[in-house]
């Protein structure tokens, strides 16, 4: 069997990067990895000399970068995201946790329910519930029972709001918060966070407004909150 030429193994580049641009389970992913995948096709059908598929990935293209640019905009936006407190008992929160549990215990498989005195937020995008976070205080620390959103806003941008600049918890006088890495992908998402390890859980402080309220240090130091 002959080797694949190189313009050959072009083509079958771009046609693998669409595919896996469809099995994104988030949109941002999904456009960007796309685009990468029609700009090969661009270039493979510029190799063959065939127009309609150069003309159907540079459509493909513009598109893209279209709803990217509009994405990335919205983002930049005050309150694309909100941290709103919720009651244990709300009507919404249930029915959000129903619907979305089994993905939750995917990251978080020791998370069973949510209890009366637990301290609950959810994530609202364009004022959308999108997101979970429960926690248990102790003072000033919080250890964080559940911390989810759904796939399609799983870029940190909530987390950073939540922990971060917003000063959701830091205006309840919560000063660090925990969390247990039960799962690989949830041990990468709290290292994103700024959780460090100590003592078998992650750690970190909760930022103010105007920024961190301590030094984040390393992850030989002291440990900054438990999710």
Known sequence: MDAFSPVELVGYLASALIVLSLVMASVL??????????TVFTVYGVLIGSWPVIVANAAIIAINVYYLANMLRSRARQGYFEVVAVPT?????????????????????????????????????????????????????????????????????????LFGHSGTL???GIERVSS?????AHRRYLEKMGFR???????????????????????????????
Do not use: C, K
């Open 29 to 38: 992913r999904l456009r960007i990895i796309n685009l990468v995948g029609a």
């Open 89 to 161: 008992d709300s009507p919404i929160l249930h029915r959000f946790v129903t619907q979305h549990v089994d993905d939750m215990r995917r990251f978080q498989p020791s998370f069973t329910a949510i209890e009366h005195h637990h301290l609950v937020w959810m994530i609202l995008h364009d004022a959308v519930p999108v997101g979970v976070v429960v926690g248990e205080r102790h003072g000033d620390h919080v250890v964080l029972h559940l911390d989810y959103v759904i796939a399609e806003h799983r870029d940190f941008t909530a987390g950073e709001l």
């Open 170 to 172: 830091h205006y309840l």
């Open 180 to 184: 247990l890495a039960e799962t690989d």
């Open 197 to 227: 390890r100590a003592n078998g859980h992650w750690e970190r402080t909760v930022d103010g407004p105007d920024g961190p309220s301590r030094s984040a240090g390393s992850p030989g130091e002291r440990p900054r909150g438990d999710h």
